[in-house]
Nanobody, 116 residues
Framework: QVQLVESGGGLVQPGGSLRLSCEAS????????MGWYRQAPGRQREVVAT???????YYADSVKGRFTISRDDAKSTLYLQMNSLTPEDTAVYYC??????????WGQGTQVNVSS
């Protein structure tokens, strides 16, 4: 079982920045594909960014050039640097860990509010 704990959410003004962190309690963190997803009120959960074990990345079009996903395998931690935030980025952000054998795991989410 993988435990994922997100942190770093909060209230920020439009144009501001936040960095989300996701700490994983798993010894084989480096073998997982990690990702950030978000869910806004009344909308389906959507992918924001992912990073494979081999460091390949994917970004949703809506965040390209503004968000950066990174991981520190030594600390079993995933990050999401979010810049130039807009009200449309307001959502609960979830960390995801995926492994072909071990399965798929989710964190509890962290709220991001972008408002003036």
């Amino acid at each position: 079982q993988v435990q994922l704990v997100e942190s770093g959410g909060g209230l920020v003004q439009p144009g501001g920045s936040l960095r989300l962190s996701c700490e994983a309690s798993v010894g084989t963190f480096r073998s997982y594909t990690m990702g950030w997803y978000r869910q806004a009120p009344g909308r389906q959960r959507e992918v924001v960014a992912t990073m494979s074990a081999g460091r390949s990345t994917y970004y949703a079009d809506s965040v390209k050039g503004r968000f950066t996903i990174s991981r520190d395998d030594a600390k079993s931690t995933l990050y999401l640097q979010m810049n130039s935030l807009t009200p449309e980025d307001t959502a609960v952000y979830y960390c995801n860990a995926g492994h072909a054998i071990a399965g798929n795991f989710w964190g509890q989410g962290t709220q991001v509010n972008v408002s003036s």
